[in-house]
């Protein structure tokens, strides 16, 4: 008979947290550290356990906050999350506005899909689950668009006190240092099992104070360039410092020890501890995708108003895509090789086609170009302006357009490359 073959070795013990004295002591140690150096967030006055399950018809602070934190920086957040919860502070508010007015509160946040799946989503709350929230991670994820794991996670353990871990980008960096994991931390492999170890280290008592303590320490100590490792409450728990310190200690076999070549959780054997490093050695990424460029024609119509003010012709994107909904200036998509006269002529004949009336190239005035970063786009706008004498419509099956004053031009729904043009 034939002898069935190995499995393979599962990752060394070391990548995980295996001892519950362990797990206990940092748990404490986290916590102690959170309850005396915590920031003072908006959010957190309205969002912790008993807020939303007491009063049932809020917006959940944690839901939103969450929403506006991906891809945000806490700074630009707060003033954003203060404007969004006085305007709507229960979900049946948010539910019953409007597209245009979420995406003009929304304006300068960018990725705006967020702000409208977040109106989606409070939306079928209403209509569909009579109002309430779902209360378990599982749920909030089944049920609602544009809430994934992590946010599910955030709002399950915060709002409603649920056990359930999180990761996000500050406890991925915190995970894979304390247990020092120097695969590609954006590889599925690699998300799963530090879903498991925060499912395992998330304190039952605390859940939603565990989480924010967790992401609060990869946030203001455990950071991405110069980590403030003498202020850490965890450290003694932590590989990678260890590392740092002892150089290789004995009773930690060291990166290249640990199975080399097989280790599902260790760096590629092409890449070692480099000790100039030291712990920020992990997490590792993959090499991102340099964003692709894109050239744009932009003009900028102008009238003179009724009362003497000039005004502006915007039209509003696609309902779906990039900046979906949002309010722009006429604008046209360029390939990138062509000589100035051709994008001159091209932008030209897009606006004749658009407003049905002669409009000469010559007659466009080269204003400048504006570049702006997207996260996967350079886009640069070749900027083009036009005076008119009277009115123009556009033609409305092309796409809505209306006249604005300048005031009125930063105050609707228009995103902030567009306020740079």
Known sequence: AGVPAAAPAPPPARHFFSDPAEVEA??????????????????????????SALTPALLPAVWVSEIMLQQTQVATVIDY????????????????????????????LGYYSRGKRLQEAARKVVSELAGRMPRTAEDLQKLLPGVGRYTAGAIASISYGQATGVVDGNVIRVLCRLRSIGADSSSPAVIDRLWDMANVLVDSSRPGDFNQALMELGATVCV??????????????????????????????DIEDCGVGDCPLCPPATEPWDSSLGVTNFPRKAAKKPPRAMRTATCVLQRRGCHGAPEYLIVQRPSSGLLAGLWEFPSLPLAQDLQEKKEREELADQLQAWMGRPVAAKGLQFIGEVIHIFSHIHQTYVVYSLHLDGDVTLDPALSPSRWVTEDEFHASAVSTAMKKV
Not at 29 to 37: G, I, K, N, P, Q
Not at 83 to 90: A, E, F, G, L
């Open 26 to 51: 940092l748990r404490g140690s986290l916590l102690a550290w959170y309850d005396r150096c915590k920031r003072d967030l908006p959010w957190r006055a309205l969002g912790g356990v008993g807020a």
């Open 81 to 108: 999350y203060n404007r969004w919860m006085q305007k709507w502070p229960t979900l049946q508010a948010l539910a019953q506005a409007s597209l245009e007015e979420v995406n003009e509160l929304w304006a300068g």
């Open 224 to 253: 991405p360039k110069a980590p403030l490792c003498g202020e850490c409450p965890v450290k003694q728990h932590c590989q990678a410092w260890r590392r740092k310190l002892f150089g290789k200690p004995h009773p930690v076999p």
